[in-house]
């Protein structure tokens, strides 16, 4: 089969070698005639992305890879829609796409609706394993949210706390996950599948982020020695704009934001968890 994917860098990249290995044509870059096209592009740039190749994409399954908000505080999903962009689907899980290439066994979930089936047996492998999911928005919201979250969980660390406060952490994180997902129509159960609570568990680069910053680092400084914005900082920018607009009471987004956005020391912020 030929498959375009849109957004060849770390994970575009890793994942093309991979599909390749599964006897797939590969286009970079570009739609051409693929049958299938994978979206890697950062968060805030899918839109215009896929708006611009628009005419290209039509009668093409589009799967998203890419995890996050709109700037505006939107869904990927729901801004694709509005504007007739519907045959989507979003493949998340808790796979660095370096594992996926040396052939670690990993897992994803494919969320979507009719033809979902069809993709998995394009990309399953004996060393991928695919679920399958109807809840588009669970999984777009806890892809998008463990980013958020898994700094805070990063920052602890770099703060000097232990793995006593890093799990306590973690629940807390999963939990405010879940009812942030909810409140927008997801299936609770979503939030403890390879979306999100095994996404979580990652030593991703915004994990990195959080570590790095627990030690005092000033973002800037972080984010050139990476040479990456993590997608965590969009995220919750974009998750505080849904939840003020919502009035969702999400306490560990708001202590995020203050953190990251306003100067509260991560000590303070983390002796202020309940």
């Known amino acids: 089969m030929k498959i375009s994917i849109l957004g060849y860098g770390n994970f575009g990249s890793g994942f093309g070698e991979y599909l390749s290995r599964l006897n797939h044509e590969i286009i970079k870059e570009e739609v051409g005639d693929a049958e299938l096209v994978f979206v890697s592009v950062p968060s805030f740039a899918v839109v215009p992305v896929l708006l611009g190749v628009k ?4 009668g093409k399954k589009i799967v998203i890879c890419s995890k996050g908000f709109t700037d505006d505080g939107k869904l990927i ?12 689907f979003f493949l998340y899980g808790p796979t660095l796409i370096e594992g996926i290439v040396k052939g670690e066994i990993s897992g994803m979930v494919l969320a979507g609706r009719e033809g979902k089936e069809e993709i998995k047996k394009q990309i399953e492998s004996e060393k991928l394993h695919i679920e399958l999911s109807d809840d588009v928005i669970g999984v777009q919201v806890g892809a998008s949210l463990k980013n958020v979250m898994t700094m805070f969980v990063g920052m602890s660390e770099g703060a000097g706390y232990g793995q006593n406060t890093q799990a306590f952490i973690f629940a807390r994180c999963l939990q405010e996950i879940q009812k942030f997902g909810v409140v927008l129509g997801s299936n609770p159960e979503t939030f403890f599948g390879l979306s999100c609570a095994g996404d979580l568990t990652l030593n991703s680069r915004n994990r990195h982020f959080g570590v790095e910053f627990g030690k005092g680092r000033k973002i800037e400084e972080i984010v050139k020695d990476m040479n990456y914005t993590p997608e965590g900082l969009t995220a919750l920018k974009s998750a505080k704009i849904i939840v003020d607009s919502k009035g969702v009471n999400t306490p560990i987004i708001d202590l995020l934001y203050s953190v990251l ?4 020391p991560v000590d303070e912020a983390i002796k202020s968890l309940k």
């Open 77 to 88: 999903g729901d801004v694709l829609k509005e504007n007739a962009i519907d045959d989507i």
């Open 261 to 264: 956005f306003g100067g509260v």
């Open 55 to 58: 005419e290209k994409i039509i």
